[in-house]
């Protein structure tokens, strides 16, 4: 299951050593829940399909990331992807223009960007009728 790491780092607090791990089957809750540390979960599939229904299968969504040559084709596979968040051929390119938030239980509504400001706005909607 361990790839490579997967250890504590003998120090105070709750240190971890980068950490790869590998034949995750959906019994064990890295298959589910996001890992807040240098872990990183690598699955192999056969398919398209198979690819997608684990990235889906989490009731978190904050940030998907997507490596295709076919960017066309790259951009239909993030649109099946359920995050608030997808990058296409880059990882942590995070920017104060670029609106942040998740989707399901990582999140509701953005920060940062124009789209980011709205969250602190109370809209109101006035309608004359003539």
């Known amino acids: 299951m361990f790839a490579f790491g997967g250890s504590r780092i003998d120090r105070p607090g709750f240190s971890l ?5 590998t034949d995750l089957t959906e019994d064990n809750p890295l298959f589910h829940e996001e890992a807040f540390g240098p872990v990183l979960s690598f699955y192999v599939v056969d398919s398209e399909e198979e690819a997608i229904r684990p990235a889906n299968a989490t009731r978190l969504g904050l940030c ?3 490596r295709d040559a076919d960017v066309e084709h790259a951009r239909q596979v993030a649109g099946r992807l359920k995050a608030g968040m997808v990058y296409i051929n880059s990882c942590f390119a995070d920017s104060p223009r670029l609106p942040f938030g998740g989707v399901k239980n990582s999140g509701f509504g953005r920060e940062v960007s124009e789209l980011g400001i709205g969250e602190f706005l109370n809209r109101r909607m006035v309608k004359v009728a003539r």
């Open 17 to 21: 050593e980068p950490t790869i791990v």
């Open 64 to 66: 998907s990331y997507v």
